[in-house]
């Protein structure tokens, strides 16, 4: 079965550094979307993503944040200038749009992000 | 404003007890509402859905429009049910604050 595959599955950065998450969303899937978890807490929506353009962003997302599908199959999160509250588990999830309502949202395994 | 509300933040029952996570929503439209469980140390699965009315590993869910509810039930928990369980409302999955059930034995 075609999973949403995340890397790197761990990274630990130092306050301040500039990160990277990927992802490579399930192949004939058309949105695509980044939650947060920080550890005891919600799974929070960050952003989704279709047609090469943000479609939805949650306050959560300010400019320390971006999306960017460089080529067919990468999806990617980079977080600017990090800082402590940004340890948490990342998650990449993808979904076909198709079936009009209750389309189905495929989650990856998550990034856990430590910054020290 | 979408919102989803679960007010149990634990739950705790006796294998083969009835189980009922509860799951409200506000949305203004009609509603897409699903649950999502997450196994220790795995991702996040979809369970079930409410437009397909289906029942996954013994679960059901029934949309409450009078009520604005989703509750999740089992007639008989197992072991292997403990889990975060999450609802999720509308395409966006906007994520209720999860529930972490515990099924003793």
């Known amino acids: 079965e075609p999973e949403v595959t995340q890397t790197p599955s761990h990274q630990v950065t130092q306050m301040g550094q500039e990160v990277i998450l990927r992802c490579v969303p399930i192949s004939n899937h058309l949105y695509f979307y980044w939650y947060r978890q920080i550890l005891g807490q919600k799974v929070e929506f960050l952003v989704s993503f279709y047609n090469n353009e943000i479609s939805e962003k949650s306050e959560i997302f300010d400019d320390q944040f971006s999306v960017e599908r460089p080529d067919g199959s990468n999806f990617t999160l980079k977080i600017r200038s990090t800082k402590l509250e940004d340890s948490a588990m990342y998650f990449c999830?993808?979904?076909?749009?198709?079936?009009?309502?209750?389309?189905?949202?495929?989650f990856g395994e998550g990034s856990w992000l430590t910054v020290v | 404003a979408q919102r989803v509300t679960q007010p149990e933040k634990l739950l705790s029952v006796f294998k083969g007890a009835p189980v009922e996570l509860k799951c409200n929503y506000s949305?203004?439209?009609?509603?897409?509402l699903f649950w999502y469980v997450q196994y220790s140390r795995q991702r996040l699965q979809l369970l079930l859905r409410h437009i397909s009315r289906e029942s996954i590993k013994g679960f059901t869910a029934d949309l409450n429009k009078g009520e604005t509810s989703f509750h999740l039930k089992k007639p008989f928990a197992q072991e292997e049910d403990s889990a975060m369980y999450y609802c999720?409302?509308?395409?966006?999955?906007?994520f209720g604050a999860g529930t972490r059930l515990t099924v003793k034995p």
């Open positions: 999830a993808s979904s076909d749009g198709t079936g009009g309502p209750g389309n189905t949202i495929y």
């Open positions: 999720a409302l509308s395409v966006c999955m906007r």
């Open positions: 949305y203004s439209g009609s509603p897409e």
